[in-house]
């Protein structure tokens, strides 16, 4: 793969593409997605600090669902003095502007697919389009080649009764046993029984825990805990 993103990226008018989950790289192994032409030395650097946990461009996919210049962070994110540093300490190693594509698999830790040229080279605008597609599939392909399995498992371990979604959508909804078994009709023991397998189903033993692990493989969404979600944002 690494041989056709390489030619995927020339074409596009880019030198350098990085593909990756949004974790401790080092620790997770084989485990996350990592492939990338970056040069040796700032690849070094970048285990070596574990910027992976702190790079802006990271925690900026996390509020985008598209496309985003690196040069236009600023409108997605506040960057502190620790994210200029690392910004200048790539381009004092010859990282120029970057395009990067979010990809957030629900249920997966975040990841993106990036493109970069070298510093003092001018961004390929008119390619960004496609870049923003290529980009996508291209994570999707890494995905596939990385653990084929891992997505249909990880859904069919997860996957909740109608019930058992019903009680983890009181529960995110701060209901307690008792008051969710008013609601549903059912008894306060079956209640405590659905969370107890739903608890078990994600790994979990908190009741906020299982609230997130269900938002975030969307078998609640954030909307159905409560009208509160849509007056928490400006606009």
Not at 60 to 77: D, K
Not at 123 to 131: H, K, S
Not at 133 to 157: D, N, T
């Amino acid at each position: 793969m690494s041989l056709v993103m390489n030619e995927v990226t020339r074409a596009l008018g880019f030198q350098y593409f990085a593909l990756t989950h949004h974790v401790d790289l080092p620790k997770a192994g084989g485990t996350a997605i990592r492939l990338h032409n970056y040069p040796d030395k700032w690849a070094d650097h970048y285990d070596r600090q574990s910027l992976s946990l702190s790079d802006p461009v990271h925690r900026a996919s996390q509020v985008t669902g598209f496309g985003f210049q690196w040069s236009s962070m600023p409108r997605l994110i506040p960057l502190g003095r620790g994210d200029q540093a690392i910004l200048e300490e790539g381009r004092r190693q010859g990282i120029g502007d970057g395009y990067t594509v979010p990809v957030n698999i629900p249920g997966e830790a975040c990841g993106s697919c990036t493109f970069v040229n070298p510093r003092g080279e001018a961004m390929p605008l008119e390619f960004l389009p496609p870049a923003q597609v290529l980009g996508a599939k291209a994570f999707e392909v890494a995905r596939g080649i990385w653990f084929p399995q891992m997505s249909l498992e990880r859904r069919q371990r997860h996957i909740l009764t109608e019930r058992q979604r019903d009680c983890v959508l009181w529960v995110a909804r701060g209901k307690s046993d008792w008051e969710i078994s008013r609601i549903l009709g059912i008894s306060e023991e079956t209640v405590a029984q659905h969370i107890r397998m739903a608890c078990d189903r994600y790994g979990v033993n908190k009741r906020v825990a299982l609230a997130f692990c269900a938002v975030a493989d969307r078998t609640i969404t954030i909307h159905d805990v409560g009208p509160w979600v849509y007056n928490s944002f400006p606009g």
